[in-house]
Nanobody, 115 residues
Framework: QVQLVESGGGSVQPGGSLRLSCDAPKAISSINVMGWYRQAPGKQRELVAAVSTDGSANYADAVKGRFTVSRDNTKNTVYLQMNSLKPEDTALYYC?????????WGQGTQVTVSS
C-alpha cells in the first residue's frame, strides 16, 4: 500500500492561484505516473493533469494554459500549480500515483473558487 499525503487546497477568489502538493513515501521506487484528478459535486472524477517519470505531461483541455503539473523524483512528490482559477475549478482534488501496474489515490483536498 502506498500512502499519499496531499496539501495545499483551500478557498480562493476567481483569478487567484493555489499550489497543491502530494507526497508519496520517499523510500519507494518504480513510480510511473503521478498526477491529479478532481471531482465536483454531482460529476464524475476526471483527469486534471499527469506527469510521467521523464517529465512529459498531459492536461485536461479545461486547464491547459492555466495549470502546471510537475514532480520531484528525488522526493516522490508531485505538484499542481493552479493559476487563473475559475469557479468551475471548484472540486475535490485527488492525487493519483501509478506504480508497478497498480493505482493509488490520496484522500483528496478541497479547492473552492468563489467570490
Amino acid at each position: 500500500q502506498v500512502q499519499l499525503v496531499e496539501s495545499g487546497g483551500g478557498s480562493v477568489q476567481p483569478g487567484g492561484s493555489l499550489r497543491l502538493s502530494c507526497d508519496a513515501p520517499k523510500a519507494i521506487s518504480s513510480i510511473n505516473v503521478m498526477g491529479w484528478y478532481r471531482q465536483a459535486p454531482g460529476k464524475q472524477r476526471e483527469l486534471v493533469a499527469a506527469v510521467s517519470t521523464d517529465g512529459s505531461a498531459n492536461y485536461a483541455d479545461a486547464v491547459k494554459g492555466r495549470f502546471t503539473v510537475s514532480r520531484d523524483n528525488t522526493k516522490n512528490t508531485v505538484y499542481l500549480q493552479m493559476n487563473s482559477l475559475k469557479p468551475e475549478d471548484t472540486a475535490l482534488y485527488y492525487c493519483n500515483v501509478k506504480r508497478l501496474g497498480l493505482t493509488y489515490w490520496g484522500q483528496g483536498t478541497q479547492v473552492t473558487v468563489s467570490s
